[in-house]
């Protein structure tokens, strides 16, 4: 593959925002920063210079999977678990609202502690200010997610991880494929705005697997794609693994774009965890959505899916003050709206 073929490819996306698995393969293996450029440019294209803010709270730590890569996994028992309660997370997302944040997103580890409905009067009490609710709170049945779309909940994030059903099952024991795959379509047909996305460098993964996991992006029609990239953390079984390639993570946040030309896309912790500045590399390489964590330090330095991650330090003045600052030097600005996946009338 040349320099030319990969412009060529380039500018037959940017007209009809296709590609097929050997040209998303190619572009993985050797998009440099034409790649990172198109993307961009497409992103400006279709949003504007806008990023979404998420106030993000992370509420329990506590998780009843073993996922082989996660620091929160059942097993850790050098986890320090906590759990907040009903009125800490309604006061939350009250700060968030004040704060001006149009969006909160509520994640945490799979913890059967809260019930639905228990869930349902959460969402209730936070819907009483105008704020879109994101839900991050795993694998549930239809019956359930109807309860909680009912509630208030607007949108859902369940990674996939990976669209290998091999290595799906070896990292996630007793986890089926199949049942992931039946929530997001679940969520889909509720009509939750739907965030997926794939976990970049587990061992084992190759590129043929990421390049279908962009073509199922794709295929599912998802609203939001988070790309983290792989952190090995000591607690689990892929504490000796090595890191994912940030560069190749950012490729594939490119690659996402360059096909799904209006959705939303983090730029992950993990990226600026891993990177100095990677947070600002994705915002520039197709990203157009920052989370930024609202809760106290005590509760942040605890959810340790990875070791280090980034800004758990800083209170949520500093985290702004410092995105402020990164993002005008490149002309961006933070987006006073709630960053709804508006699905352009531009043609795709
Ligand atoms: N490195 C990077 N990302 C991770 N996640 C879990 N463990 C790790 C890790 N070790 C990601 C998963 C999950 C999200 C909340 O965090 O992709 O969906």
């Known amino acids: 593959m040349t320099k030319k073929m990969i412009k060529n490819i380039l500018q037959q996306v940017e007209a009809n925002h296709t590609l097929d698995k050997s ?18 440019d497409i992103r400006k294209t279709y949003l504007g210079n806008e990023i979404y803010l998420r106030a993000l709270v992370e509420f329990s730590n506590y998780c009843c999977r073993t996922c082989y890569y996660c620091g929160l996994r059942a097993e850790n028992k050098n986890a320090q678990r906590y759990r907040m309660t009903e009125d800490e997370i309604v006061s939350l997302a009250e700060k968030a609202y004040n704060r001006g944040f149009k969006t909160i997103v509520l994640q945490s580890g799979e913890d059967l ?62 986890m089926s494929y199949e049942n992931r795959l039946r929530c997001l379509e679940d969520l889909k047909s509720l009509g939750y705005e739907v965030g997926t996305g794939s976990l970049i460098g587990l061992e084992g993964q190759t590129i043929e697997m990421i390049a279908d996991d962009i073509m199922f992006f794709k295929r599912i029609n998802a609203d939001m794609i988070g790309l983290g990239v792989f952190i090995p953390h000591p607690q689990t079984p892929l504490g000796q693994s090595s890191a994912g390639d940030f560069d190749l993570a950012l490729r594939a946040v490119a690659i996402t774009r360059l096909i799904l030309p209006d959705i939303n896309i983090p730029a992950t912790t993990a990226m600026e965890t891993i990177r100095k500045n990677g947070r600002l590399a994705a915002l520039l390489s197709g990203a157009n959505v920052v989370m930024l964590n609202i809760a106290d330090e005590f509760y942040k330095t605890k959810y340790n899916i990875y070791p280090d991650k980034s800004g758990i330090n800083q209170n949520l003045d500093e985290m702004l003050a410092e995105l402020e600052t990164s993002i005008k030097p490149i002309g961006y600005k933070i987006s006073d709206s709630k960053g709804s996946h508006l699905v352009s009338n531009k043609k795709t």
């Open 23 to 40: 040209e998303i393969i190619s572009l993985l293996r050797i998009g440099g920063n034409e790649l990172l450029n198109a993307a961009n």
């Open 113 to 174: 502690h809260y019930s639905i409905d228990e869930y349902c009067r959460i969402i209730e009490k936070i819907k009483k200010n105008d704020i879109a609710i994101t839900l991050s709170i795993g694998e549930k049945s239809f019956g359930e997610y109807k309860q909680l779309k009912s509630a208030g909940a607007d949108r859902y994030l369940l990674r996939i991880e990976t669209t290998n059903k091999d290595l799906y099952e070896k990292y996630h024991p007793n």
